[in-house]
């Protein structure tokens, strides 16, 4: 990854010359740019538009279809299995890769804004892998992924994005919330003492809308993304983690009554979603029952993000840049 350069206030200064003979002269200052250290970088494209280190086979897309427009969704209704329409559109995985590293060094160079990925869905529904398949085309130094489960005892004593705002991203980096702050809206309202008033979990939703809006108008950008599977694409999951062992640790007795409680759970996300979609931060239900198809159309998404987030590398000083050069081929 590459250093930032340093801001304005961090521009090396003059240095003040000794009135003592007896001393040796201080050594020549670093030059520095008459306003500044940064200039923007130009934004140089081809006669078509595109930009020289865009990927030909990475065209700019419309938006996504599985956007959602807004309103409460009736997910038994939407489609598990991607049209293939929507299919012949995604770009190929390992070039959405080899476009999210670049993209990523961009964002990290820059360090201006950041951008966090929200995943949620039903058990099995290969959070994990996705997690670590697009992790690949991501440096690890401006990279984290945290998962949060049901809230620890520290955790519970205090408010519920207590344990999630300390996670967030900085400026450059991405991170990935493999479950997420939606916990608090789906887990944490199955649990034995949970409130039962409906009006407690709208006000909460209403809240976290509010509260990612203020990320968003801080320089987070958020993707939040429901991987939406069938019953028995997720059946069938649940049951190959059985006879896999290589897989088995990741089953659990509860996995058998959060199936039972399957449509429970679906309304309760179809809540959620209708609370907390803003177009500031906007959800997207991918139809999953196709990993791979899944993990391109969510690549897709940060892909999006990041070029348009950080188009170009920080721009630099010409004249400050040739002083560089000189001083380093005299040293």
Same mark, same amino acid.
């Given at each position: 990854?590459?250093?930032?350069?340093?801001?304005?206030?961090?521009?090396?200064?003059?240095?003040?010359?000794?009135?003592?003979?007896?001393?040796?002269?201080?050594?020549?200052?670093?030059?520095?740019?008459?306003?500044?250290?940064?200039?923007?970088?130009?934004?140089?494209?081809?006669?078509?538009?595109?930009?020289?280190?865009?990927?030909?086979?990475?065209?700019?897309?419309?938006?996504?279809?599985?956007?959602?427009?807004?309103?409460?969704?009736?997910?038994?209704?939407?489609?598990?299995?991607?049209?293939?329409?929507?299919?012949?559109?995604?770009?190929?995985?390992?070039?959405?890769?080899?476009?999210?590293?670049?993209?990523?060094?961009?964002?990290?160079?820059?360090?201006?804004?950041?951008?966090?990925?929200?995943?949620?869905?039903?058990?099995?529904?290969?959070?994990?892998?996705?997690?670590?398949?697009?992790?690949?085309?991501?440096?690890?130094?401006?990279?984290?992924?945290?998962?949060?489960?049901?809230?620890?005892?520290?955790?519970?004593?205090?408010?519920?994005?207590?344990?999630?705002?300390?996670?967030?991203?900085?400026?450059?980096?991405?991170?990935?919330?493999? @479950?997420?702050?939606?916990?608090? $809206? =789906?887990?944490?309202?199955?649990?034995?003492? #949970? /409130?039962?008033?409906? +009006? %407690?979990?709208?006000?909460?939703?209403?809240?976290?809308?509010?509260?990612?809006?203020?990320?968003?108008?801080?320089?987070?950008?958020?993707?939040?993304?429901?991987?939406?599977?069938?019953?028995?694409?997720?059946?069938?999951?649940?049951?190959?983690?059985?006879?896999?062992?290589?897989?088995?640790?990741?089953?659990?007795?509860?996995?058998?009554?959060?199936?039972?409680?399957?449509?429970?759970?679906?309304?309760?996300?179809?809540?959620?979603?209708?609370?907390?979609?803003?177009?500031?931060?906007?959800?997207?239900?991918?139809?999953?029952?196709?990993?791979?198809?899944? @993990?391109?159309?969510?690549?897709? $998404? =940060?892909?999006?993000?990041?070029?348009?987030? #950080? /188009?170009?590398?920080? +721009? %630099?000083?010409?004249?400050?840049?040739?002083?560089?050069?000189?001083?380093?081929?005299?040293?």
């Amino acid at each position: 990854m590459h250093r930032r350069h340093a801001p304005v206030s961090e521009c090396p200064r003059p240095a003040e010359a000794s009135t003592d003979t007896g001393r040796p002269a201080a050594a020549a200052p670093l030059p520095v740019a008459k306003a500044a250290c940064l200039a923007p970088a130009p934004r140089w494209r081809h006669s078509d538009g595109t930009r020289p280190d865009r990927k030909p086979d990475m065209p700019d897309t419309p938006t996504p279809p599985w956007r959602w427009s807004g309103g409460r969704p009736r997910l038994s209704a939407l489609p598990c299995v991607m049209p293939a329409e929507a299919q012949a559109a995604l770009p190929d995985l390992k070039a959405l890769l080899a476009a999210m590293e670049e993209a990523q060094r961009r964002l990290w160079a820059n360090r201006r804004q950041a951008v966090l990925v929200v995943l949620q869905g039903l058990d099995a529904s290969g959070k994990d892998s996705l997690t670590r398949v697009l992790s690949e085309g991501l440096d690890p130094a401006g990279f984290h992924a945290w998962s949060f489960g049901r809230p620890s005892p520290e955790e519970a004593a205090h408010d519920f994005l207590w344990r999630i705002v300390r996670r967030l991203p900085a400026r450059g980096e991405v991170v990935f919330f493999n @479950r997420s702050h939606y916990e608090a $809206l =789906l887990a944490e309202r199955f649990l034995p003492d #949970a /409130p039962k008033a409906a +009006g %407690f979990w709208k006000a909460r939703g209403r809240l976290i809308r509010e509260w990612e809006q203020h990320l968003v108008a801080s320089g987070t950008r958020i993707i939040k993304v429901w991987l939406h599977t069938s019953a028995e694409e997720q059946r069938t999951r649940l049951l190959k983690r059985l006879d896999d062992p290589r897989k088995r640790w990741k089953f659990d007795p509860s996995d058998i009554e959060t199936f039972r409680q399957r449509k429970d759970y679906l309304k309760a996300m179809e809540a959620a979603i209708r609370d907390t979609h803003s177009e500031e931060a906007p959800w997207h239900l991918v139809p999953n029952d196709d990993k791979g198809l899944a @993990r391109r159309a969510v690549a897709q $998404l =940060l892909v999006q993000a990041l070029e348009t987030l #950080a /188009p170009d590398y920080p +721009g %630099f000083d010409e004249q400050v840049t040739e002083e560089y050069r000189k001083l380093l081929r005299k040293a």
